[in-house]
């Protein structure tokens, strides 16, 4: 093991303590580690990193940036250790973060994709995918924490999720509206008459009694959404639409009664289980309707444009 390996193994360690998994950074630095031993340095030197942050060929500068970010970490950290070591600077690669154009859906479109979801023809798969569809247009929760659910983390007496396994291992509790507790209610008895022993403790189950896919769940998604009509060649909803579909509709909400975004922005953030209220702002330029609100209440405050 190289010098470098080490500090690398004890940067990671320390991180990991303080709750970071770094399992993308661990491969990105080993893969920095044996490129610096090859040149035959014994830092991190930022001619060096900058070269090998820009090996991957044909790829956004985005990827770039993120390789040499990393990198930039470490540095930081082994210069604490070894004062010749040399942190890369962070504006080396122009850099745009990308998203994906969202699908608004409306709350026609969403009460017929519940609907085509009911008509699926294995019942437990159209209880189970209507249920799921339901619960993310209502609660905007992320796909994979819906599906990591357990019986024991929803609570339908008192109306409350508990999402244990989020992105960023952020834990949280999700209240639910007493009308979507109840649907959950209708699901779960359908679930248990349908599938009184099922192989898994998770709470949404496939036909086979066991945990519902995200690939099948995303399947079945791309096959209702087509038979609607709203996927065309142009326009290419996803299931994560309907996350944002939420947070848009909260914020609309907020505005049409005049309420104050800035001041209730941290409560979204945290609900949404986003690490910083600057995640959830994005929202705010995300529908042509909350922009419109959002130049009204302006109009009206200062009394128009001069």
């Known amino acids: 093991m190289s010098g470098l390996q080490a500090h690398v193994d004890e940067y990671l360690r320390l991180r990991r303590a303080l709750g970071f998994k770094l399992k993308e950074d661990e491969r990105t630095l080993g893969h920095l580690v044996d490129y610096l031993d090859a040149a035959g340095a014994t830092t991190v030197i930022t001619e060096l990193a900058v070269r090998w942050a820009r090996q991957p060929v044909g790829v956004h500068p985005n990827q770039w940036a993120k390789r040499l970010r990393v990198a930039r970490g470490f540095a930081a950290y082994l ?140 399947a079945v998604f791309r096959e209702i959404t087509t038979r609607l009509g709203i996927r065309t060649d142009e326009v290419h909803p996803r299931i994560h639409d309907l996350r944002h579909r939420y947070a848009v509709q909260t914020l609309i909400d907020w505005q049409r009664s005049g309420l104050n975004i800035d001041e209730r922005m941290p409560t979204l953030s945290t609900y949404l289980g986003h690490v910083s209220p600057s995640d959830t702002y994005w929202y705010l330029s995300a529908s042509p309707e909350l922009m419109a609100l959002a130049a009204e209440r302006v109009a009206d405050r200062f009394g128009g444009a001069r």
């Open 79 to 218: 210069q604490t250790i070894d004062p010749t070591a040399e942190i890369p600077p962070p504006d080396v690669f122009p850099t745009r973060r990308q998203r994906a154009t969202p699908y608004l859906f409306s709350q026609q479109d969403i009460c017929r994709l519940l609907e085509e979801a009911r008509r699926l023809r294995n019942p437990m798969r159209a209880a189970s995918y209507e249920a799921l569809f339901g619960l993310l247009a209502v609660s905007g929760m992320r796909i994979g924490e819906a599906l990591a659910l357990e019986r024991s983390d929803v609570d339908l007496d008192a109306g409350v999720i508990t999402i244990r396994k989020p992105k960023g291992d952020r834990a949280r509790l999700v209240p639910l509206h007493p009308t979507s507790t109840d649907a959950l209610c209708r699901y779960a008895s359908v679930r248990d008459r349908l599938c009184p022993k099922p192989h898994s403790r998770a709470f949404f189950i496939s036909s086979a009694g066991t945990p519902v896919l995200g690939v099948s769940l995303r």
